[in-house]
């Protein structure tokens, strides 16, 4: 039974699983392999659930949490943000035990693992495709073959192939553009992995954004995705058309501690260290930090368009709705909020309520 | 001696007593109580560092922060957010151990205290003067008289005064309009103050904001004040005026893991879930997630206004340059940055380093 008296996390866990099922079974059908970042949930319990759908080998966005997902069993982790050099050792005692990827995202870090790592390591070239945050130009065919011949000069590095994060992803106006923005990127990967195939026959394409990962249905010249995002979604994504109301699988619960009828707000407890400072922008509302959902037949409702969180502070959320509804609301209710990024939320939030009122731990409880 | 490896929130421990040490002779030279605001800093040891300069009386912002901090012996706490009455059963237990007063932002509150609180709680009405967040409209005295005589009714609730937070202050384009805000919101609270007088003489009126408690030199009419942010202080007050770059306590230390002098970029270890995605916006910049200092003779400088973070996401922060600038660093480099708002940078990174190397641990560690 669920007991709530301040800020919680409310994942359903039906709805979790299904999103797990329907990425493998997509990844399935499509013949690509399926290696999820869990830097979404950080968190062994739901780690576990994806195992029971088959799924082997994670990716993660720090060491620590490559420490935290080893120590409960997984044995392949593609660390998937540019390898920081000052961890090196701490790099090599955990490769030393598990089947680990790091990213070259710069000549230079190439040059220091080169140098200096003495354990067997994978090695992804990280690939910019136009998002212009880390990676190698995919058109600089020139510094990407210096990399893979610098890398083979040190035995212990095994070059794994091409990985991309296709951030742009996140900024277009729909599942149209998203798949647009998707295959151009895919072509641009399957050049370069052309021009490397007879030096690098066995080289990987691995993509990773969770809107690409949802809405295409080619994934052709595609060897791996690492979509995050898609075991809960959020409104971001609901935003985005990567995916449905009833495929949001998390919410805040939050008491309303003071009601402003005569002003439409209310004032709930839940604030950016709960939700994040994450915000979707939606025409006539401006800024929006979530929107409020019901829980109905123990499942949470798509998103009531006439009330949203429009300001928060430290730990107070401000709740507009349209007029008179606010009337509605009484000091003590719990509310329900669909959160802007679930990704963030979850690092805030540090644990999951269940629907049934189980609590689930993360790497940060 | 400080050994960095990935992003650690560092604190020069001098400028944090310094800026105690200033605002506690700033209350004393006006003749105001001073009752800090915990929520910045989280953390017992810094609490000590008040009790050093005599500080009894304390501020937080959640029944837990109450609960943590009674722990480490403080035993006289307000709860400045509006009272959360589905923790009432807590917030009792609490009361009967400490002098705790709450906050009541709405008759509907004040009416469930009325009828249910059953230990000995002080109370203070929030008051709104223009932020539009939480509390009793400050013009609306027959509402506010409703709710004293409410409370009136039930022997253990104690009333200590209005209590209000100008949140306006950190719009203000700068220290003169902090202060015309502050000196109208104190206008507003001495004519309240003088409204109820002959029926509760002894009525405090308590103020919180750091701009506003940075800035002002005169307190007439006020008789406790409640800052936090001025323990560190950050890049927001910075812009603000409320502080001086020599009083910025807090800087984040985060590794380089690629350098794009191309693009005059680089890659920071050091994402939304260390800085929080709050942003200041600054001309021909845009949108600032933080500003680089540097670390000498122990000390930060001030920002250097060519070295910016530009975007961040999960673990990934952007850092702008201008041109030819980025090819003076190289991975495996740490870098300092001015966080925008050290309440909820400190909040995610969950303890500090000093610079000489000690770990300085929150309520969240």
Redesign the interface.
Known sequence: MLS???PVLLLDEQRVRQNISRMVNKAKHHGVAFRPHF?THQSAEIGGWFRDFGVKKITV????MAYYFAESGWKDITIA???????LN?IQDLASTVHLNLLV??S??AD?LARDIKTDTGIFIEIDTGF????MDVDNIDAIEKILIRIGTNKYLRFEGFLTHT?QTYLAAGPEQIRSISAETYAQLRRLKEAFHSAYPHALISIGDTPGCSVMDDFSGIDEIRPGNFVFYDLMQLQLGACQPDEVAVAMAC?V????PE?N?M?I?GG??HF???FITIPEKGPVFGMMVYLRKEQFTEPDPDIWIS?L????G?VRTVPHQAAHF???D?LYFMPVHS??TA??MREYHTLSGEIIQTMNS
Chains 1, 2 share one sequence.
């Open positions: 709530i008296v301040r830097k966005s720090s060491l620590q943000f540019p390898v920081n050099v000052c961890e701490q995202s710069s230079e870090a220091i212009k945050r880390s990676g951030g008491p501690v003071a009601v402003y002003r707000e004032i407890y950016a260290i994040s400072k994450e300001k502070s430290q730990e107070h401000t009484s000091v003590g719990i990704c963030l690092n805030l």
